[in-house]
């Protein structure tokens, strides 16, 4: 049974910086590709950064060069470590594989709030 869990949200003023992980159990990890995503409030969940099993990584225009998404296979973890946030980053930030994701693998994500 794959489980996935997201910390390190939390309350940050505009332009701070913030690195979440997500823990994974399970065998999927060594195999897949795995992403960042978010969902605001009354939007739809985006992924917004992905990193293959060899470190290859793409990003959503909206972050790239403020995100940087990392992976350490021997943890089972992915990062992500958000600089430069803003109030538009506001939003639960979840984990699954990517690009394409399982719908039972979401866990409770972590929530990121940016605000002054």
């Known amino acids: 049974q794959v489980r996935l869990a997201e910390s390190g949200g939390g309350l940050v003023q505009p332009g701070g910086s913030l690195r979440l992980s997500c823990a994974a159990s399970?065998?999927?990890?060594?195999?897949?590709?795995m992403g960042w995503y978010r969902q605001a409030p009354g939007k739809q969940r985006d992924l917004v950064a992905s990193i293959t099993t060899g470190g290859s990584t793409t990003y959503a225009d909206s972050v790239k060069g403020r995100f940087t998404v990392s992976r350490d296979n021997a943890k089972n973890t992915v990062y992500l470590q958000m600089n430069g946030l803003k109030p538009e980053d506001t939003a639960v930030y979840y984990c699954?594989?990517?690009?394409?994701?399982?719908?039972?693998?979401w866990g409770q994500g972590t929530q990121v709030t940016v605000s002054s």
């Open positions: 699954n594989t990517a690009p394409r994701y399982y719908s039972t693998y």
């Open positions: 399970g065998t999927i990890f060594s195999i897949q590709t």
